[in-house]
Every structure is written in structure tokens, then in C-alpha cells.
């Protein structure tokens, strides 16, 4: 699957919020809402306080869906990991600048495996930890809340990195995606957008509401 232009609004709800009880009927409900990707936050407990799930589960969602897989590893050793994910059918593979790895490298073996190739950064650290990876990468995702758990409150001051990872881009004539993932709402999606983001990964506010179409349609128009 072709990921969009860097320019195009990219909706993906992350089945963090979703019912995992009922999981296909909830993949189905957020495509028939309009999603673009899912998705799928990868925790292995070290690396951020949390355990989710792993490339079993991101294999049961590409045999199932029709849909691309936008796959953030918030693991301590994505480089050990990456093959098992990259078969599993991962469409983008995200991996964190902080994490234990050769970054180049790993985002070398994502590009080599015909992924979209991704890389994070924490709240906490400086766009300059990524500058060096910026020309090997299709997406750069800035985390907006503290990774490892939904239902946060999106920090305003990590808008500055997406503000500049814009100017970064555009001064060297760049395509990647900015992502931002944490706290996106109707309300705070605008302020992503205006400060550069445009894939916007909601959980509770689109698996939450009461009709997911509407949810998404307004924080698309936003």
C-alpha cells in the first residue's frame, strides 16, 4: 500500500482505546468510519510501563483488514524485534531514537524491507536527537503525551518540535509525515495541525464516542 503525500490528512485511530474483547468488529467500525491507517502501539514493559500486544497480534490484523498498519514500537530493542514484525505484515514501522539501537541501521533494514519507514521522539527530548535520521525516514512521529498509557492530556510544549520538524523539512526540501500521538481531540487536533502535523492518531476521542464517523469527520475538518 502506497502511504499518502507528506501534504495529505491522515486520520488513525489507535486500537490502544479500542475494545480488544471485541477486536474485528472494532477494526471494522473505524474503517467504516473513515480511518486512513490503524494504529497499533507495540509496549514490551521496559521500555515504557506498559505490555500491549505483540507480532502476533499485528499479524491477525493483516490477514483481517485491508487497511494500512502504522506500527509504533515503544520497545527497548526494536532492531531484535523488527524481522517478526516485518513478517507479520506491518505496513510502517516506527522505532524511537531513545531506544537501544543502531538508528540508522534499523531504519536502513525498515527501508530495505519496503516499510514505511518511521522514527519517535519522547516528549522529553530535543529535536536535535532526530536531525541526523531526517533524510532516512517517511514519518517522524513526536510523542505529545508521556508514551505508555491512553486517555492523557496532549502537552502544548512538545508542538514546538512539530513546529520544528516543519521548518526542518520544508528549509531542505523534505517529504516525511509528522505524526503526533497523545491527547488528540476536536479540540487540540486544530493546534497539531496548524503547527505542522498532518497524521493525527486519536484513541479515546474517536473509540469513545458515540458515533466514531462524526468524531473523525470533525477533527479531519478541523
Known amino acids: 500500500m502506497i502511504p499518502p503525500a507528506c501534504t495529505s490528512r491522515v486520520m488513525a485511530p489507535s486500537l490502544l482505546a479500542a475494545d480488544w474483547s471485541r477486536l474485528p468488529e472494532e477494526c471494522s467500525r473505524a474503517i467504516r468510519a473513515g480511518a486512513d491507517w490503524l494504529h497499533c502501539d507495540v509496549m514490551d514493559g521496559h521500555f515504557v510501563d506498559n505490555i500491549t500486544f505483540g507480532p502476533q497480534f499485528i499479524e491477525c490484523l493483516s490477514k483481517t483488514n485491508d487497511i494500512f498498519l502504522d506500527v509504533h514500537l515503544m520497545i527497548e530493542r526494536p532492531d ?11 505496513d510502517g ?15 536502513r533494514r525498515i527501508r530495505e524491507a519496503r516499510c514505511q519507514v518511521g522514527l519517535a521522539l519522547r516528549p522529553e527530548t530535543d ?28 502537552i502544548p510544549e512538545t508542538l ?3 513546529r520544528a520538524a516543519r521548518e526542518y523539512r520544508e528549509a531542505r526540501g523534505l517529504h516525511y509525515h509528522i505524526e503526533v500521538d497523545g491527547g488528540i481531540t476536536q479540540a487540540t487536533a486544530r493546534a497539531a495541525a496548524e503547527a505542522g502535523a498532518n497524521v493525527l492518531v486519536a484513541g479515546s476521542a474517536l473509540f469513545g464516542a458515540a458515533d466514531m464517523g462524526e468524531a473523525l469527520a470533525a477533527m479531519r475538518a478541523v
Open 93 to 107: 514501522i516506527t522505532v524511537h531514537v531513545e531506544a537501544d539501537h543502531a538508528v540508522g541501521e534499523t531504519l
Open 127 to 154: 529535536f536535535a536527537a532526530v536531525e541526523p535520521y531526517l533524510e532516512q525516514i517517511d514519518l517522524l512521529l513526536v510523542m505529545t503525551v508521556v508514551p505508555g498509557f491512553g486517555g492523557q492530556a496532549l
Open 160 to 162: 514546538e518540535k512539530v
Open 80 to 90: 531484535h524485534f523488527l524481522p517478526r514484525f516485518i513478517k507479520a505484515g506491518a
